[in-house]
């Protein structure tokens, strides 16, 4: 298995963290490897938002826990984890114009993010959660504190760090693959 497939296997989302920083070399591939990632006629509408600011993650947390269903707030108390960023160092948060495109987009940067993350020896969790936080119809949302303008929007966000827990990847499926041969 060549060392692209092996990232692509060994990810897992990985849901605990050491709080030790990403060093400026590994946020600066981090970032050349978002922004590497293809978008639909090249448009380029993606934002991403690398978030290092406790203070300004405790904020966003805080508005997810405002609208957070008792499911998944069950969950949360189930991974013992008082944030939807798990602890990480680093989060980043892909925003985007509101066109018919943006979240195939950002699903594409966001799975590039993991991979890179992988193959520099770091571990992510993919988050939709966040979206809670940025609802227009939210009075007290957290658009303005990652500066997205009125016609963009939350698509996703991932948390990326130092594992403090080991997770098996999921099983695939093979039933899920319909051949035409
Ligand atoms: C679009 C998307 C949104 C997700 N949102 C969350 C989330 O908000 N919180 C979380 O803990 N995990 C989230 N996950 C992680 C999934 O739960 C996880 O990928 C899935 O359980 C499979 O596990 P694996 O990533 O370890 O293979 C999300 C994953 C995807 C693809």
Request: glycine share 4%.
């Amino acid at each position: 298995m060549n060392t692209t497939l092996k990232h692509i296997h060994e990810r897992s989302s990985i849901r605990a963290y050491q709080p030790e920083a990403l060093s400026p070399e590994e946020t600066d591939l981090l970032k050349e490897a978002v922004l590497a990632a293809p978008t639909a006629r090249n448009r380029q509408d993606l934002r991403y938002a690398f978030v290092t600011d406790p203070g300004l993650l405790e904020k966003i947390d805080e508005r997810i826990f405002a609208f957070c269903d008792p499911d998944m707030q069950k969950n949360m108390d189930e991974r013992k984890s008082t944030s939807f960023f798990y602890g990480a160092p680093l989060a980043v948060i892909i925003s985007g114009k509101d066109t018919k495109w943006a979240d195939l987009d950002a699903g594409i940067a966001v799975q590039t993010l993991a991979l890179a993350a992988q193959s520099m020896g770091l571990s992510s969790v993919i988050l939709g959660m966040p979206r809670l936080a940025f609802q227009k119809d939210d009075p007290d949302n957290c658009r303005d504190l990652l500066s997205l303008e009125e016609d963009e929007r939350f698509c996703v966000a991932i948390a990326i760090g130092r594992a403090a827990a080991e997770k098996t990847p999921h099983v695939g499926n093979p039933d899920h693959i319909r051949i035409f041969d």
